[in-house]
């Protein structure tokens, strides 16, 4: 969904690089969230916030922390990328009783 | 934790037939989402359903919830290429006042040939 955009679309980065991952909408919509999805696990969340001052952890948020700049904006690091941490990347924003997904962050940590 | 399995994992039909895919809950659904997603691609937000025994369309895509609201099944009416994708289902656990978060199956990937 236009709507809902995520950059980088792609990224490549070492083993113990810091990295961002940046989400932003122009819903509207206060909750937000983060997923990561990998091949026979299907998709698994991470962070959510249900807005500017609220986060929580998700069922995998190890090695992972958000900040949530804005209503619009919901940003998620890796404070020292390892290669398990190869997936793609999505976030969501979520409205009534509608959760749209943006386009996704493929990232590969070597 | 709830769990969402679905099935079949994998489908390949030819293009015309009727398909039906299946979720089914560990728990008690609340809210239960439907997506598609083009391999490597973001998620297309199909539909939500709430209550037992709703049945929404969209195209020729029909999801019902049934009345007991641990199972929502997914059927596509003379499918097409067009359909070919992943559908993921998601369950939807309350998290206080009206907002919640998504548990998602694992998929089911459907092929359509030509």
């Known amino acids: 969904d236009a709507d809902v955009t995520q950059t980088p679309r792609n990224r490549i980065t070492k083993t113990g690089k810091r990295i961002m991952l940046e989400c932003s909408q122009t819903k509207g919509h206060d909750r937000m969230y983060w997923y990561r999805q990998d091949p026979g696990l299907g998709l698994r969340l991470i962070y959510y916030s249900f807005d500017v001052k609220d986060i929580n952890k998700g069922e995998i948020s190890d090695g992972y922390s958000v900040s949530r700049q804005a209503q619009a904006k919901f940003s998620l690091s890796l404070e020292s990328a390892i290669p398990n941490q190869t997936a793609l990347y999505f976030c969501?924003?979520?409205?009534?009783?509608?959760?749209?997904f943006g386009p996704g962050t493929r990232l590969t940590v070597t | 934790s709830q769990e969402l399995e679905q099935s079949p994992q994998s489908l390949i039909v030819q293009e015309g037939k009727n398909l039906t895919i299946n979720c089914t809950s560990s728990k008690t659904l609340y809210g239960l989402y439907w997506y598609k997603q083009k391999y490597g691609e973001g998620l297309i937000f199909l539909m939500m359903?709430?209550?037992?025994?709703e049945e929404k369309s969209h195209e020729k895509i029909t999801a019902k919830l049934d009345e007991k609201k641990q199972q929502s099944s997914l059927h596509i009416t003379a499918s097409q290429p067009s359909h070919a994708g992943i559908y993921l289902c998601?369950?939807?656990?309350?998290?206080?006042?009206?907002?919640?978060?998504?548990?998602f199956g694992k998929g089911t990937l459907l092929t359509v040939n030509p």
């Open positions: 998601g369950a939807a656990k309350p998290s206080g006042g009206s907002n919640y978060k998504l548990t």
């Open positions: 969501a924003v979520g409205g009534g009783r509608e959760q749209y």
């Open positions: 359903l709430q209550k037992g025994g």
